[in-house]
């Protein structure tokens, strides 16, 4: 609700975390040489993560065969992580170019890793127009970063 109700930020969110190099707070997993892996702060599921390009650029198109290369496989990783870590029973993974497609940010390309349990979907998102998190965001970001390095 925090989300929806409140006020929209001006310029890229991503593109603004990736200077102060407080990773913990901003829900940056992991730093590569052209992506990075960022929690999403408002998930779709728990352990919903993003790979997006440390580039600001707004499609496929706009990006080198490196970052290509490094988006995908930052992304073999997470699928990896999450499944070690939290078991689901599937994934969506895609990514959404332009607000027709639902990209909520247009202009910084990004793919989603939604971890997904057989029996996730339920009356709370129908009826109560929420969404139930079981698990707190820092304390699910620890949980993950320990088990990269592991």
């Not at 969110?13 to 997993?29: Q, V």
């Not at 352990?47 to 992304?75: F, I, Q, Y």
């Not at 979907?121 to 109560?128: A, Q």
């Amino acid at each position: 609700m925090k989300y929806i109700l409140g006020a929209r930020e001006t310029g890229c969110f991503l593109c603004a975390m990736l200077p102060d190099g407080n990773d913990s707070e901003n829900l940056i997993l992991k730093r590569g040489r052209t992506c990075f892996i960022v929690m999403n702060r408002y998930p779709y599921n728990n352990g919903h993560l993003m790979v997006c390009p440390l580039r600001h650029v707004d499609s496929l198109g706009a990006m080198t065969a490196k970052e290509r290369a490094e988006m995908m496989e930052l992304t073999s990783e997470c699928v990896a992580l999450l499944q070690k870590v939290m078991k689901p029973d599937g994934f969506n993974v895609g990514i959404n170019l332009g607000a027709a497609a639902g990209a909520g940010l247009k202009d910084h390309i990004h793919i989603h890793i939604v971890p997904r349990w057989n029996g996730d979907t339920n009356f709370m998102p129908v009826l109560g127009q929420t969404k139930v998190i079981p698990q707190a965001l820092h304390e699910l970001r620890d949980e993950l970063a320990a088990a990269m390095q592991a």
